[in-house]
C-alpha cells in the first residue's frame, strides 16, 4: 500500500497530474468529491463544511466545533479512501495527514504566475486583473487552511518530498518523474510498514470517533495514539471518571484483536478546566 499526496497552486494541473499519476497500475484517484461522498456517507451535511475546505476560516468560523467536526473527519475519510488500497490524493492536506508514513510521497506543484494568469483566464474567460485577483485569493485560502490546521508554511518545499514546475513540465512529463521517483523511493518493505500503519491510524481514528462522537465524553484536545498493541489517549480532563470513561471507550473501539492490546491514559486531570466553545 502506497500514497502519493499532491498539493499545489491554482492553475499549476495539479487535477490533470494527479490524473495521470492514477493511471499508474493499482493507484485511485481521491479528490474532492470522492471524500465529499465518503464524508455524506457518514450522515454529515456537507454544506456545513464548505467554509472550512482548504480555506483559511474566518474568525468566526475558527472559533465554532465545526472546524473540529470538519478535521474529524477529513482525516477519516481520507483514512477510508486508503484502506480501499493504494491512493493519488490531490489537495485537503493529505500530505500533512499521513506525515511521517513509510510509504508517502508528497508532492508540490507550481508554475510561474505568468502563466497561472494565462491558465485562469481561459478557464474562468476573464482578464488579468481578474485572473490575478482570483490566484491571490486561492493562494491565500490554500496557506491559511494549511497553517491553520496543519501549522506549516504551504510552500516551503521542505514540506515535500518533491517539488515540480508545472510550467515547464506537462503533466504527463510530471507523472513520469514521480513514477521514477516512486520505484527508486518505494520498498515492498516500506508499503509493508505503510499497511500497518495506516491500520494504526484508522484505529486511533476510531477511537477518537468513539469517545468524541459516539459517547460524547469531553475530553478536551484528545489525541490517540496506535503503537503496535499499545494506545495511548492523551487530553485534559475535569475529572478521573472521565478519564476512565474514555479508557473505557477505547478498549470497546479496540473490540477483540488477535493481538492482547493495552490502553492507557496520559490525559491530565484539571479540576474546574473549561474551553472556549
Known amino acids: 500500500m502506497a500514497i502519493i499526496a499532491v498539493s499545489r497552486e491554482l492553475a499549476a494541473l495539479g487535477d490533470e497530474t494527479a490524473r495521470e499519476l492514477a493511471k499508474l497500475p493499482g493507484y485511485r484517484f481521491v479528490d474532492k468529491h470522492t471524500l465529499e461522498k465518503r464524508i455524506k456517507?457518514?450522515?454529515?451535511e456537507i454544506r456545513e463544511f464548505e467554509k472550512y475546505d482548504e480555506r483559511k476560516p474566518s474568525f468566526l468560523a475558527s472559533?465554532?466545533?465545526?472546524?473540529?467536526?470538519?478535521?474529524h473527519y477529513l482525516k477519516?475519510?481520507?483514512?477510508?479512501?486508503?484502506?480501499?488500497?493504494?491512493?493519488?490524493?490531490?489537495?485537503?492536506g493529505a500530505g500533512m495527514v499521513f506525515k511521517n508514513m513509510p510509504g508517502l510521497i508528497s508532492l508540490f506543484l507550481a508554475s510561474p504566475l505568468e502563466i497561472r494568469i494565462e491558465r485562469v483566464k481561459s478557464y474562468f474567460h476573464c482578464d488579468d486583473r481578474r485572473a490575478r485577483q482570483i490566484i491571490e485569493h486561492s493562494d491565500e485560502d490554500r496557506a491559511g487552511f494549511h497553517r491553520?490546521?496543519?501549522?506549516?508554511d504551504w510552500r516551503d518545499p521542505a514540506n515535500y518530498h518533491l517539488s515540480l514546475n508545472t510550467g515547464i513540465f506537462c503533466p504527463a512529463d510530471c507523472a513520469e518523474i514521480i513514477n521514477q521517483f516512486?520505484?527508486?523511493?518505494?520498498?515492498?518493505?516500506?508499503e509493508k510498514h505503510s499497511a500497518v500503519r495506516l491500520k494504526e491510524l484508522i484505529l486511533e481514528q476510531k477511537i477518537k470517533h468513539c469517545i468524541m462522537y459516539e459517547r460524547e465524553i469531553p475530553v478536551h484536545f484528545l489525541e490517540v495514539s496506535a503503537s503496535g498493541s499499545v494506545i495511548t489517549l492523551y487530553g485534559v480532563a475535569n475529572s478521573q471518571a472521565l478519564v476512565d470513561a474514555a479508557l473505557n471507550a477505547a478498549e470497546e473501539a479496540v473490540g477483540e484483536s488477535p493481538v492482547k492490546v493495552t490502553v492507557h491514559s496520559e490525559i491530565q486531570v484539571v479540576r474546574e478546566y473549561s474551553v472556549m466553545p
Open 41 to 44: 456517507s457518514y450522515g454529515i
Open 63 to 71: 472559533l465554532s466545533h465545526g472546524r473540529d467536526d470538519y478535521l
Open 76 to 92: 477519516t475519510a481520507i483514512f477510508a479512501e486508503a484502506g480501499q488500497g493504494s491512493c493519488v490524493f490531490i489537495g485537503r
Open 148 to 152: 491553520y490546521f496543519f501549522d506549516i
Open 182 to 190: 516512486k520505484n527508486r523511493f518505494f520498498t515492498a518493505e516500506s
